[in-house]
C-alpha cells in the first residue's frame, strides 16, 4: 500500500520534560512545511505527557532510559532506517545513535567535547551553544540543514481543557513551588507568604505538583499554612496545562512547569537563581525570533513573561546551587524577597491584560 505521507520525519529528544517541550516549535515548523508527512517524536519513558494532545505529532516513541544489550539489539532492528529524516534537537550520545539508526539523513548536535565516532552519527551536524543561544533557537537552527522555515512557537500540552470544578467559577492565580533540584528552590516561607499576598489582592489561590512523596508534603504544608487549594499529585501535565492557561497569573521557579505556562500566554513570574536566562528563560508566548528573549543578568520582562532573578555579583553562576551540587541551596534564591515577587506581578498584569480580581 502506498503510503499517504510525502516523508517521515523521527524527532529524537531524550532529555527531560523541559527540553522536550522547547522541541515542540520544531515539530509545528516540519508539520507546517509538509503537512502530509509523518512526524513521530521519541521521549524518555516518564516524559510523554508533556506533549500530551500536540495536533502536529502521529505517534510519539516511548523508550526506556536504561536497557540491555539485547534489548537495545532489539530497538535498533525495530528502528533501522525506517525513516527519511531522523534529527535531535539536543546534544547527546544517545540521541545521536537513535538519529543514525533510524534516519536515512540524519541531522542534529554535537558538542566541541563530543567524541569523534558518536559526532559522526549524524550526516548534517551542528555546533551546540550551551551559553548563548536559547534552546527554542538551537533547536530551530537545525531546520537550517533541511531548509525547513522555522516556526517559533511553543506548543503546551492540553487533556481537553476541563479544570477542576470548584476553581470554574472566579479569578485564580496558580503557584507551582517545588522545583525537581534544590539549588532551583524559593524558600517554603517566602510561597506561603505569596499565598497570602495573593488572597489580599482578591485571588484565589492552586498548588500544583506531582506526586512524589517529598513533593507533596512540602505544597501540603504550603497549602495547609496559606489557605490554598492543594491539587499538588492529582493532576497529569496536560491536566495542569489546561488549569494554567484559564488562570490570571502563574508563580514558579526555574522548571518544565513554568516553561508550560509561558508557552499558555498565562501572565507567568519565573524565579531563576544559578540557572543562565540567555539559554533557559521561559519562552514568552508571543516571541517569534531567533534572538533570546532575556539578558543574562537581572530582573526582566518579555511578552507574557516576567523573570525576576537572585541578586549578586555571582548572578547568574549557571552552577548548582552555592555548594555545586544539586541538593544544595542557592543564597540568591533564599534571598529573594516576597516583596520583589509581588511588585513583578503588579507590573506583569497591569503590563499584559490589566488584570485585576
Known sequence: ?????????????????????????????????????????????????????????????VVPHRAGMFERLKEALTLWRRYDVALT???????????????????????????????????????????????????LKVLDLLNIPKHYRVIPPTAGGSIPTLLEQGSYAVLHPFPKFSYKMWPRENWITLTHELHRQGFRV???????????????????????????GTLTLAQTADLISRAVLFVGPDTGITHI??????????????????????????????????????????????????????????????????NSFSRCLDELSVARVNLAIRHLLDDTHGIRP
Not at 500500500?1 to 522541541?23: A, F, P, W
Not at 559526532?119 to 538551537?138: A, P
Not at 498548588?207 to 501540603?220: C, F, I, K, S
Open 206 to 232: 492552586a498548588l500544583t505538583g506531582g506526586p512524589d512523596a517529598e513533593e507533596m508534603q512540602y505544597v501540603a504544608q504550603i497549602a495547609q499554612a496559606g489557605n490554598a487549594i492543594n491539587l499538588c
Open 261 to 326: 505556562a509561558a508557552s499558555t500566554g498565562t501572565p507567568t513570574i519565573a524565579l531563576f537563581g544559578p540557572s543562565n536566562p540567555v539559554k533557559w528563560g521561559p519562552w514568552p508566548s508571543n516571541h517569534i525570533r531567533d534572538e533570546s528573549p532575556w539578558r543574562m543578568k537581572g530582573s526582566q520582562q518579555s511578552g507574557n513573561v516576567s523573570l525576576v532573578q537572585g541578586e549578586g555579583d555571582c548572578v547568574p553562576c549557571r552552577g548548582e546551587g552555592c555548594e555545586k551540587h544539586r
Open 89 to 139: 534537537t539536543v546534544s547527546s550520545d544517545r540521541a545521536r545513535w537513535y538519529c543514525f539508526v533510524a534516519g536515512r539523513t540524519s541531522v542534529g548536535l554535537y558538542n566541541a567535547h563530543s567524541a569523534w565516532l558518536s559526532t559522526r552519527l549524524l550526516g548534517k551536524r551542528l555546533l551546540f551553544d550551551d551559553i548563548h543561544t536559547h534552546t527554542v533557537t538551537m533547536g
Open 1 to 61: 500500500m502506498t503510503s499517504s505521507y510525502s516523508k517521515r520525519y523521527l524527532v529524537v529528544c531524550t532529555l527531560r520534560i523541559g527540553d522536550v517541550l522547547l522541541t515542540t516549535p520544531v515539530v509545528r515548523a516540519i508539520r507546517l512545511a509538509d503537512p502530509a508527512a509523518r512526524i513521530d517524536v521519541m521521549v524518555l519513558r516518564g516524559m510523554e505527557g508533556v506533549l500530551e494532545g500536540n495536533p502536529d505529532i502521529d505517534q510519539i516513541k
